[in-house]
Nanobody
């Protein structure tokens, strides 16, 4: 069974940092890209950042310059370093793996709360 497991969420104050991790909890799968998405209360799920097997990255405009995605897709592992967090970053963050056949796999999410 293909599973992704996120960790690293928590409660922080504005301006602080968090590092999210996503690792496989089941078999290691062949993904062509992996990434992070988030869903704030009352809103739809949105892309945060993605990384390809070749190391190319893509970021939402709202996080550019503050968030950094990294990892080893071959090992189905991806990280998200989040700096200078803002209240609007509060959301459940989901790890995503997009397989070679186009199927998307998701973790269960980790909650990030930015509040003073």
């Amino acid at each position: 069974q293909v599973q992704l497991e996120e960790s690293g969420g928590g409660v922080v104050q504005p301006g602080e940092s968090l590092r999210l991790s996503c690792v496989p909890s089941g078999i290691i799968f062949w993904y062509k890209t992996m990434g992070w998405y988030r869903q704030a209360p009352g809103k739809g799920r949105e892309l945060v950042a993605t990384i390809t097997r070749g190391g190319n990255t893509n970021y939402a405009d709202s996080v550019k310059g503050r968030f950094t995605i990294s990892g080893d897709i071959v090992k189905s592992t991806v990280y998200l370093q989040m700096n200078s967090l803002k209240s609007e970053d509060t959301a459940v963050y989901y790890c995503n793996g997009n397989a070679l056949n186009g199927i998307n796999y998701w973790g269960k999410g980790t909650l990030v709360t930015v509040s003073s």
